[in-house]
């Protein structure tokens, strides 16, 4: 990578603004870059992949400040908004629901579905990941060794959940995981994005006209029959909800489920202790590996709407911002030896599920997912061990959220 001077001004532009993100060096670990400038340069301009330069907040206090602050938006239309990619640029039917809005109408949307993913309604699904849990150990103790744990475990696990909670028919997974994959490929072209985009948006479309039409006790379902009907909800706007939730729910689990998996095979000591452990250990390691491996790893977007100082550094109304959880979650003035795995500390003030208003609606299910998952694919198999070498497993990078490609395991 070619060396970054740090050496300008008060306003925190630099020589050579740094592309970002940064490429890795050690899968485990966000880009060594980062420890960086949340050292020398905090809060800095980087350039993105469309040539903007927004800023970029290394340090857990000024991260926690930036995500908590009304001033800045989430509003993906605004000028001066750090778009991630292409395909998000294009795949409007994900960035248009409430994660790209601001109060009142995110709060609106949000407020629509809350009641399905509170800590009590999340709870009594526990019995229904439990079963799915056992199946897919069943089934994979009964098939061939080595297996992908991503294909076998990992991706159909929070699959089947969410499709569960929202009356979406899992044997279209393939249909759909493939749409996801190609929206949250920052690599993807603008035909692919569109493509799936499309594709997704008819998929989704024809299934709330169904359950208009048919009353079913699911998430679409009571969206249909409480909102859609009664006016208070379009149908495009359903469609976009349903989207953010049929990806955000199973995308961001089966990646820490994948690469969780690999940290704990990389620490056995500390994988023996979630096998044998109490529920108190269990919920510690869950914690540990959301901050740890912070699987959406491309910092979370805002755009300023007025001007405010963060840092020392003033960022200007319409200017984007990176608040940069991957740096925050490994910040030595917070997290002590930040880039170890250590089940046992005290993680849960970790921003890996954001903070704020757009703080991440599904993390009841999600915590509920792991802290099933982990014990229980240890203790069904207490030897599981990788099946080839660290070194041929492809790892993420390109993709929103970051985990391995695949997980060959045998046992
Ligand atoms: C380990 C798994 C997960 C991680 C690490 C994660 C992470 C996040 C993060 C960082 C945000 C904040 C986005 C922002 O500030 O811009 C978020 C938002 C969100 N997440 Fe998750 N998530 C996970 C699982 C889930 C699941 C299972 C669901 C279920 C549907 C879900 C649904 C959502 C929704 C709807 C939002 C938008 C909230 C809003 O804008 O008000 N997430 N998630």
Avoid at 30 to 44: C, D, G, K, Q, Y
Avoid at 243 to 266: D, F, K, P, S, W
Wanted: a negative charge; one cysteine or more; proline letters at 7%.
């Amino acid at each position: 990578m070619t060396p970054i001077s740090f050496a300008t001004g008060h306003d925190g532009q630099t020589a050579a603004e740094p592309a970002y993100p940064m490429a890795r060096t050690c899968p485990f670990d966000p880009p060594a870059e980062l420890a960086r400038l949340r050292a020398e340069n905090p809060v800095s301009r980087v350039r993105l992949w469309d040539g903007s330069s927004p800023w970029l907040i290394t340090r857990y206090e000024d991260v926690r400040r930036v995500l908590s602050d009304p001033r800045v938006s989430s509003e993906t239309d605004r000028p001066g908004y750090p778009i991630q990619s292409e395909a998000l640029r294009i795949g409007r039917v994900f960035t248009r629901s409430f994660i790209g809005m601001d109060d009142p109408e995110h709060a609106r949307y949000r407020k629509m579905i809350i009641s399905d993913f509170t800590a009590r309604s999340t709870e009594a699904l526990r019995p229904v990941v439990d079963k799915l849990v056992n199946d897919l150990l069943d089934a994979m103790e009964r098939g061939p060794r080595p297996v992908d744990l991503v294909e076998a475990f990992a991706l159909p696990l929070p699959s089947m959940v969410i499709c569960h909670m929202l009356g979406v028919p899992y044997p279209d997974h393939d249909f759909f995981q493939s749409c996801s994959r190609a929206l949250l490929d920052t690599t993807a072209g603008s035909d692919a994005a569109a493509r799936a985009n499309d594709e997704l948006w008819k998929y989704l479309t024809g299934l709330m006209a169904v359950k208009e039409a048919e009353p079913t006790d699911d998430i679409l379902g009571r969206l249909a029959q409480r909102y859609i009907l009664t006016g208070e909800l379009s149908r495009d706007d359903a469609v976009c909800i349903a989207t953010l939730l049929l990806v955000a729910g199973h995308e961001t689990t089966a990646n820490m489920i994948g690469l969780g998996t690999l940290a704990l095979l990389e620490h056995p000591e500390q994988a023996a202790e979630v096998r044998d452990g109490d529920t108190a250990v269990v919920k510690s390691a869950v914690e540990e590996l959301l901050r740890l491996l912070t699987v959406l790893h491309s910092g979370r977007r805002r755009v300023a709407l007025e001007d405010i100082e963060i840092g020392g550094v003033t960022i200007r109304a319409g200017e984007g911002i990176i608040a940069a959880s991957e740096s925050a979650n490994r910040d030595p003035s917070v997290f002590e030896s930040p880039d170890e795995l250590d089940i046992r500390r005290d993680a849960n003030h970790h921003v890996a599920f954001g903070l704020g208003a757009h703080q991440c609606l599904g993390q009841p299910l999600a915590r509920l997912e792991l802290q099933i998952a982990y014990p229980a694919l240890l203790r069904r198999f207490p030897d599981l061990h990788l099946a080839v070498p660290l070194e041929e497993i492809r790892f993420r990078d390109k993709m929103v959220v970051y985990g391995v490609q695949e997980l060959p395991v045998s046992w």
